[in-house]
């Protein structure tokens, strides 16, 4: 969803409201939730471009987007297996041209013709806001864990500020990984614990 909405808002701007169903990726469903302020990763992420979220209450209220999954599960498939596609980057690369070339046989004309998307602004790093953040505690010795690592800071006056309290994790689209203090990056380290693991001897 990041991915595609990012791609989305580079080709044509920032939208006024963004409609979904009540997928978990889209809205905190457990009632008595403690983290995150009350958003999902993926409604931070609107939250700070300022893309009003909508969750549609049944699936006839967004009867576009069914409808588009029966093209999507049945026309498109078979235009796959016609252009012997079979991997999923020959499928990415495929897509674009698929979906320009659909929106002129099958779109409709807006009954506005206006365009209400908003640009993205200077300070909008799309890359820095569409980031999976989560939250872990430094420990006396400067490490937190996440994802199997072990992250060693790098000692400063800095990050000696960062004991005992939590820092974000930001983890790009990329796979880069940042540490955070109050917003400042923390340098550090890695030190891959499992493969420190004595698996054993194989034996017959």
């Known amino acids: 969803y990041d991915e595609a909405t990012c791609h989305n808002i580079d080709n044509h701007g920032k939208p006024r409201a963004l409609y979904s169903d009540k997928a978990v990726v889209f809205r905190v469903n457990k009632k008595h939730a403690t983290g995150g302020e009350g958003h999902t990763q993926f409604g931070r992420a609107m939250h700070e471009l300022n893309i009003q979220t909508i969750c549609a209450e049944t ?120 540490l955070r203090l109050n917003g400042a990056a923390l340098p550090y380290s890695t030190y891959d614990r499992l493969s420190e693991v004595d698996q054993g001897e194989i034996v017959d």
Do not use: C, W
Not at 81 to 91: K, V, W
Not at 116 to 125: F, G, I, L, P, T
Not at 126 to 137: A, S, Y
Not at 146 to 158: G, H, Q
């Open 59 to 178: 699936s006839e209220a967004k009867g576009r987007v069914e409808r588009a999954h029966l093209t999507l599960q049945d026309r498109l498939v078979k235009e796959l297996r016609l252009q012997s596609i079979n991997s999923m980057e020959a499928a990415n690369a495929f897509a674009e041209a698929y979906i320009a070339d659909y929106n002129r046989r099958f779109g409709k004309a807006p009954r506005h013709d206006f365009d209400v998307h908003r640009a993205v602004e200077h300070d909008e790093d799309l890359d820095l806001i569409f980031t999976v953040r989560e939250h872990r505690k430094v420990s006396k010795s400067l490490t937190i864990q996440y994802d199997k690592m072990l992250y060693l800071i790098e000692d400063s006056e800095l990050s000696r500020r960062a004991i005992g309290k939590y820092i974000d994790v930001y983890h790009y689209p990329d796979g880069r990984k940042e």
